[in-house]
């Protein structure tokens, strides 16, 4: 299975990819053709079979040239490998499932290359260890907290520099791109304007605007969709054996979300938690209702990222007391001088149940918008799937007893309220605001 096949209906990315990864393997297979005594000029003409003049000019700055290539400056116009990329795409669409299939096919070691085999293959040792995560010379870097900070990517940034231990590149895959603060997002500028001859960036993000402009304008930008949902539920059935029918279903529900889709397919908690949140837009008939619904809303929210978190809180409280000299599990006294260890470790873990609980209400949030997608669908007789059709005579009911415009208000108060969470506004009263709009209409 090549490293492509988990990227859902995303062929274009793919190809653009694979190309690039075909690219960077000439350019190293140069490189190292020239360190073992091999002449520039036939390192070159090796590059240029594999990928034309552009291959050999990048292999040619890499062997320490003066040509243009990863380190910044002007590249060939045919050159299809470059040191840092730019995923965008909207949620579940595989930003960092593609970042980390580039990765594995940029430290593909399999023999087949030689033979003209294209680099991914994803059964070498290169593949495999890229794909699972324990390559030594691929970092991926994500984030349960509510940004990544210059500290942590002051660390990155001095690993960057290092030369590949075993493997072929160094490669630096940051999952979440656009939650870096400012003060780290001018850090991590430095390090992409000029990048140690075989360090790879793949930064992943939602959108072109949630990265600094002057990243963004440094790296190469690819551009993932929303998987079809048909191709999301293909992949249910060959890979997690889920039935059609309930694949179908469960893809369909969020609208080509995979991990969404293969959540709802296996996990009856999270089944049960999206039934309680699509019952909302029925019982805020009043008042009392719209508080209520508000308050099991956050409620719901605040219980999953209690339950997300103890155990993984209890394991790093007690690995932590067991490095600072307290035998774990006894609740002993630390030495002195170890409280501030402990209460950084407190922060943060109290700044990750705050980023949990807000993506539990933002998913929730997701959820209610598409019911109301559905609603205003129904209202303008269109012919589009539904993403909530087992809930159809619901939706029927709304679509009646209401019209478009006040659809519509209903959608923005959802889209005013994820605004409101994101500018650090109380849950709860974020969440009452929306409730009582969706009662007025």
């Known amino acids: 299975m090549a490293v492509w096949d988990d990227l859902v209906g995303q062929d274009r990315v793919a190809e653009q990819l ?3 990864a075909r690219d960077a393997d000439v350019l190293v297979t140069g490189a190292e053709r020239a360190g073992a005594g091999t002449t520039g000029a036939a390192a070159a003409a090796a590059g240029a079979t594999g990928a034309g003049a552009a291959g050999g000019a990048i292999a040619d700055e890499t062997a320490g040239g003066s040509g243009s290539g990863p380190r910044g400056g002007r590249r060939p116009s045919g050159a299809k490998m470059t040191h840092a990329w730019l995923f965008t795409g909207p949620p579940g669409s ?35 260890t890229a794909l699972i995560g324990t390559h030594a010379d691929v970092e991926v870097v994500r984030t349960d907290l509510l940004s990544i900070g210059v500290k942590e ?31 780290a997002g001018n850090v991590l500028l430095k390090a992409i304007e000029e990048p140690a001859p075989r360090t790879v960036w793949l ?3 939602p959108s072109l605007e949630d990265v600094l402009p002057t990243i963004r304008s440094r790296c190469r930008h690819l551009t993932l969709r929303t998987p079809p949902v048909a191709a999301v539920a293909d992949v249910l059935v060959r890979r997690d054996g889920i039935d ?3 694949a179908a279903a469960a893809a369909q529900a969020p609208q080509g979300h995979i991990d969404r889709a293969r959540r709802l397919a296996t996990d009856e908690r999270t089944r049960q938690r999206r039934a309680a949140v699509l019952s909302l837009p029925m019982r805020v008939d009043g008042i009392g209702g719209c508080l209520k619904a508000a308050q099991e809303l956050v409620d719901a929210a605040t219980e999953e990222a209690k339950q997300l978190a103890e155990e993984v809180d209890t394991k790093e409280t007690e690995e932590l007391r067991a490095a600072l000299g307290a035998a774990a599990g006894t609740g002993g006294r630390l030495p002195r001088g170890t409280a501030g260890a402990m209460k950084e470790l ?13 993506d539990s209400l933002d ?47 209903r959608i923005e108060a959802i889209t005013a309220c994820r605004g409101a969470l994101d500018r650090n506004v109380a849950p709860l009263l974020a969440v009452e605001a929306m409730t009582l709009a969706l009662r007025a209409g």
Not at 94 to 102: D, I, L, Q, V, W
Not at 104 to 124: H, I, K, M, N, W
Not at 157 to 171: C, E, K, S, T, Y
Not at 377 to 394: E, H, K, P, T, Y
Request: hydrophobic share 40%; proline share 4%.
């Open 203 to 205: 930064l992943c993000a």
């Open 94 to 128: 595989g930003r960092a499932t593609a970042a980390r299939a580039f990765a594995a096919a940029l430290q593909c070691v399999s023999p087949d290359r030689a033979l003209g085999g294209a680099p991914g293959c994803g059964f070498c040792d290169g593949c495999h």
């Open 244 to 246: 059609p029918d309930q």
């Open 346 to 358: 407190q922060d943060r873990q109290k700044r990750r149940s705050t980023r949990t609980q807000r």
């Open 153 to 183: 990517t002051r660390d990155l940034v001095r690993r960057a520099q290092l030369a590949p231990a075993v493997g072929r590149w160094q490669v630096i895959v940051l999952e979440d791109a656009d939650r870096l603060t400012e003060g």
């Open 363 to 409: 998913l929730a949030l997701t959820d209610l918008t598409a019911f109301y997608r559905d609603v205003l669908a129904l209202q303008f007789g269109s012919q589009v799937a539904m993403a909530n059709a087992d809930l159809r005579d619901a939706l029927e009911r709304i679509a009646e007893n209401s019209r478009p415009e006040a659809t519509l208000r």
């Open 18 to 20: 694979a190309a690039a």
